[in-house]
């Protein structure tokens, strides 16, 4: 038991995880986010009422007592980084911004994953909080930089048992 929490502390460094009676699925996550749907963009706002991309990631998964960093470029070091082949929902996604240049710029959580790669993501944009196709979007699918994982896997499969 050691062994995992020290496992945990160490993989997911400063996202502070719940622990305790409740487990925290991607799901679970998700149908939080989408309560959001259509709320309006305002730079530097983290909700209810408006977001910005960080400060929604961060004030969705502060409902489940996650700690992210308000900036998507620290958000981009927390949890464990994933390859986009193994991408759960519920696991942060990364872009590039025009005004990021080559580095994080933009931030979303994955609603779905399909079986040929393609990935949904809602997320905070200039047209106020919204569902996204990584695959048919140009604009996201030009820009993607990577993915980490906040919810530890512990949480995810103990929900199953």
């Keep these: 038991m050691l062994l995992v929490?020290?496992?945990?502390?160490?993989?997911?460094?400063?996202?502070?995880?719940?622990?305790?009676?409740?487990?925290?699925?991607?799901?679970?996550?998700?149908?939080?986010?989408?309560?959001?749907?259509?709320?309006?963009?305002?730079?530097?706002?983290?909700?209810?009422?408006?977001?910005?991309?960080s400060g929604f990631t961060s004030f969705i998964f502060k409902q489940f007592d996650i700690s992210l960093n308000r900036d998507s470029r620290a958000q981009y070091g927390q949890g464990v980084s994933v390859g986009r082949e193994e991408l759960r929902i519920g696991d942060l996604v990364f872009f590039t911004s025009p005004r990021s240049g080559r580095t994080v710029g933009h931030v979303g959580i994955v609603s779905k994953v399909e079986d040929d790669g393609n990935f949904y993501f809602v997320h905070a944009a200039s047209r106020g909080v919204i569902e996204d196709s990584y695959r048919t979007s140009p604009y996201y699918y030009n820009r993607y930089v990577g993915a980490r994982r906040v919810i530890s896997e512990a949480d995810s499969l103990a929900v199953g048992m």
């Design 5 to 53: 929490a020290l496992f945990t502390f160490v993989a997911f460094g400063n996202a502070s995880l719940r622990g305790g009676d409740v487990n925290v699925t991607g799901e679970a996550v998700v149908r939080v986010a989408m309560k959001y749907l259509g709320r309006p963009y305002r730079r530097g706002m983290a909700g209810p009422n408006g977001f910005d991309c």
